[in-house]
């Protein structure tokens, strides 16, 4: 079959391997139907994510069908239509049965980072009953992969880490699909304001489209400032943070007003500074996290009744034997303009 793999910092190959087999009754083979790429597979070829080690197929995100299940699982069979979990959980360890399923101890993100991911034809799902999702009749199969990691992600990591309430005041730092997934589901609760800040005046275009009530482009230096003139001062009673570098944690620490909410989402690299010489007296709360996707039926739910629309997030669709230009799309999103794009994989 064909896959994706890595082949060491900056290096990735359509290659042909094995078709992957049963080892464990709890496994899944799923044949891919429709994948994509995700922010954390361009820092994989970056070479920041150290733990994918070369010949290991890329991918954690995907939507297939069921080829062949182990003799330990109940919940599928072949033919199923299934949605693919970015996080594989045991449910039986202890980190599972608190509902920290990123920190499993036999999963956790392990597809397209310890094991082979979904980039390819086929896959093997370790944990299938508790890693695997029945797809909805009649959803849409592209606007469910976005289910796999984004929706989830920002909802769990951006709006419930940050507690979004009524009538509140939110920022979202980062309009890639991460925070425009938190901008999403951050309109469950009904916010009264959600500043969106980015330096990309397209993806806050975007952002406005998909409810943002204001938009700060924060190449000009002034992104606080003018989220305080907007707050009347006060700062925002949320601000998640979905880039992951210094600077942007940086605007989150500036612009929360007292007793707020930081949610970081972005994936840091480098250290960053903890302004306690402001925040010491705010009341505030810093919460971080990796998504756990225990939310998943919940989203699941919001995509049958129409209340959430993650089709408007797909901008680009390739095959699987374009998959080296779907990634320079979305590597290049300030030109290609890409939020997240489809990959087609039989
Ligand atoms: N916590 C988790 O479980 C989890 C899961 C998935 C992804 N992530 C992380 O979330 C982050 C966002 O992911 P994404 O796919 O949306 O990434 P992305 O790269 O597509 O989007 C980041 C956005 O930040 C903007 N940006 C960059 N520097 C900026 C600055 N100085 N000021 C303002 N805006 C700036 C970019 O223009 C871009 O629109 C990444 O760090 C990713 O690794 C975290
Ligand atoms: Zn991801
Ligand atoms: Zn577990």
Known sequence: ?????????????????????????????VRITKTTICGTDL????????????????GHEGVGIVESVGDGVANF???????????????KCEYCRRQM??????????????????QAE???????DTSLYHLPKGEDEEALVMLSDIL???????????????????????????GLAALM??????????????????????????????????????????????????????SIEAV??????????????AGGTIANVGVHGTKVDLHLERLWSHNITLTTGLVDTYTTPMLLSTVESKRLEPARLVTHRFTLDQVADAYATFGDAARSQALKVIISAS
């Open 244 to 257: 992951g570098v210094p600077a942007t944690f940086a605007i989150c620490e500036a612009i929360v007003g």
């Open 77 to 91: 069979k072949p033919g199923d239509p299934v949605l693919i979990s970015c996080i594989t959980a045991c449910g």
């Open 122 to 128: 086929k896959v093997r799902i370790p944990h299938a």
């Open 152 to 178: 989830p992600t920002g909802f769990e990591c951006g709006v419930l880490n940050g507690k979004v309430q009524p009538g509140q005041s939110v920022a979202i730092v980062g309009a890639g699909p991460i």
């Open 101 to 118: 399923y990123s920190h499993c101890t036999t999963g956790g993100w392990i597809l397209g980072n310890l094991i082979d991911g979904t």
């Open 185 to 238: 589901t951050a309109q469950f609760y009904a916010p009264g304001r959600i500043i969106m800040i980015d330096l990309d005046d397209n993806r806050l275009e975007v952002a406005k489209k998909f409810g943002a009530t204001d938009t700060v482009n924060s190449k000009g230096g002034d992104a606080v400032e003018r989220v305080m003139a907007l707050t009347g001062n006060r700062g925002v009673d949320v």
């Open 1 to 29: 079959m064909k896959a994706l793999v890595f082949r060491g910092p900056g290096q990735k190959a359509l290659e042909e391997k094995p078709e992957p087999k049963i080892e464990k009754p709890s496994d899944a083979i």
């Open 43 to 58: 820092h994989i070829l970056k070479g920041d994510v150290p733990t994918v080690k070369p010949g290991t197929t890329l």
